[in-house]
């Protein structure tokens, strides 16, 4: 049996799960079972340092890959891809770049009481102002722009200049962003002038 579909072709009414759909389903469970199981037997201070690092690496992982596919898509001057990037980056950013550096900060404070650290040196007050100023400009310049942007393309159109400029604005202090989150990486796995 099957049903009409918007453009005329036959959908089928019943459909049957493929491995790979299992295979989306029953992956992330067994790697989080297992990364329950390699935690399971771990001093504290390595369980929060595994959650911080994590939650680092979606953090920074995701604002890299969105920087560099605006990047991309700026240089093909393609702004349907932009706009849709930016779209993609505005929710992005509240529902996993925020909450990941919150909590990247959060296990790192725990991290440092800890693990005895102290905030006496130049890699931990490096870390805690980037990470600041990289909340600030998310929170108070790259969401609220992001959405005036939408607002700008619904009313002006994608190709109107006011949008290409604010959306070159957006580009390139997401961009500035993505360095100084690596520089924090950089600067907490290297701990320069820890003496």
């Known amino acids: 049996m099957t049903e009409s579909t918007a453009t005329g072709a036959q959908a089928p009414t019943t459909t049957s799960r493929s491995f790979y759909w299992w295979l989306g389903i029953v992956g992330p469970l067994l790697g989080l079972g297992l990364a329950v199981a390699f935690l399971a037997n771990t001093p504290w201070y390595?369980?929060?340092?595994?959650?911080?690092?994590?939650?680092?690496?979606l953090w920074l992982g995701g604002g890299t890959a969105i920087t560099l596919l605006a990047w991309r898509a700026n240089r093909a001057k393609d702004t349907g891809d932009l706009l849709m990037i930016g779209r993609q980056a505005e929710w992005l950013g509240t529902r996993i770049f925020t909450p990941s550096s919150v909590i990247v900060l959060?296990?790192?404070?725990?991290?440092?009481?800890?693990?005895?650290?102290?905030?006496?040196?130049?890699?931990?007050?490096?870390?805690?102002?980037?990470?600041?100023?990289s909340f600030v400009v998310g929170a108070a310049y790259l969401g609220p722009q992001a959405g005036k942007l939408g607002k700008l393309m619904e009313t002006h159109g994608p190709d109107d200049p006011a949008v290409a400029a604010r959306?070159?604005?957006?580009?390139?202090?997401?961009?500035?962003?993505?360095?100084?989150?690596?520089?924090?990486?950089?600067?907490?796995?290297a701990k320069p002038f820890f003496t």
Do not use: P, Q
């Not at 390595?46 to 690496?57: K, P």
């Not at 790192?108 to 100023?133: A, Q, R």
């Open 46 to 57: 390595f369980v929060f340092e595994s959650v911080h690092v994590l939650f680092a690496i």
């Open 106 to 133: 959060v296990m790192g404070i725990v991290l440092m009481h800890k693990g005895h650290w102290g905030y006496d040196h130049f890699w931990t007050l490096f870390g805690l102002i980037g990470w600041c100023v």
């Open 167 to 189: 959306l070159e604005r957006i580009i390139n202090v997401a961009r500035t962003d993505a360095v100084l989150v690596l520089l924090i990486a950089i600067d907490m796995v």
